[in-house]
């Protein structure tokens, strides 16, 4: 797949860190304010999808890619589930049990593990969705040659 | 509200039924983008923005990946022909709609009046959940304390679609 005109490379590079920045801010503001893991993620795959759509992906030597994400996907799902099993040690002993300390409402650093799940929802969210987007593009490419 | 919601749904329908009958399929696709997007803005003027969100990125995503499938393959739609079998078709059709339209009326009089609940459950839920999970955002709150399992299955259901694709989509077997 080839790039695009120079002046949708030009704006991408503009755009796509500040879109990557804003699903950051989405994920870790996520027991704050409206979005999430969920919101975040996809904001984030959606930044990467851009720059594949625009710079081709040729130019961003991405035969190996989809291998890495899937990994990163596979991972990140296990730590949520980790994290959840690690409620079995403390407290109450219940599955997903919020067992860190909640912190006062409304400061970013609160609501206890809340905020560790949206962060890993979020990189397991993103790393999906850029997995599909890329079987679709690359391995078609690959069938083709 | 209520006459705002029903215009949009009203264009989300015509949306819907030209997608269908569009003979291009890139056409298809946008007016699918109707639907999908008449739908957010149904969220946020019903206040979910969590939901408007979610629904904003996916559809774009969603649309980029249709296009890029339909100028990658073929723009026109398979031809359709007229016999007796269709006919059949469109009577069982039209017969099961009008079963479930004569249902839909009855059941509809029953209902709640919109953005009631009456679960016991959601009472407690809305009441106490910042003290209970230190969460200001009540979504939040919700997805990842009370109903962590849902989200949990959500999760799992987007990681085994990555692997569904994958599986698919590999013409070469591994060595």
Known sequence: MEGMSTIVKKVTQLMAGIIFMYGIYIILHGHLTPGGGFAGGAIVAGAFILLILAFGSSALNLKKEVSGTSNVESVAILIVLLLALMALLFGIKVFFFNYLPKGEPGELVSAGVIPLYNIFIGIEVAAAILTIFLALVIFKEESSK | ?175
């Open chain 2, 1 to 175: 509200m209520e006459l705002t919601i029903s215009i949009i749904l009203g264009f989300m329908i015509i949306g819907a039924i030209y997608a269908l009958h569009a003979k291009d399929l890139l056409s298809a696709v946008v007016a699918m983008g109707i639907v999908g997007y008449g739908l957010v803005i149904c969220f946020l003027l019903l206040k979910a923005p969590d939901l408007a969100i979610v629904q904003i990125v996916v559809e774009t995503i969603t649309l980029v990946i249709m296009v890029a499938v339909v100028l990658d393959s073929t723009r026109d739609e398979i031809a359709v022909t007229f016999d007796r079998r269709s006919i059949i078709n469109m009577v069982t059709g039209l017969i099961v709609f009008a079963a479930l339209f004569y249902f839909f009326i009855l059941a509809i009089g029953n209902l709640d009046p919109l953005g009631s609940h009456t679960l016991r459950m959601s009472e407690s839920y809305v009441n106490g959940a910042v003290e209970k999970t230190g969460s200001v955002n009540l979504v939040t709150g919700v997805l990842f304390d009370f109903r962590a399992y849902d989200t949990l299955g959500e999760a799992v259901i987007l990681y085994t679609a990555a692997l569904g694709v994958l599986t698919l989509l590999r013409m070469k077997g591994k060595k």
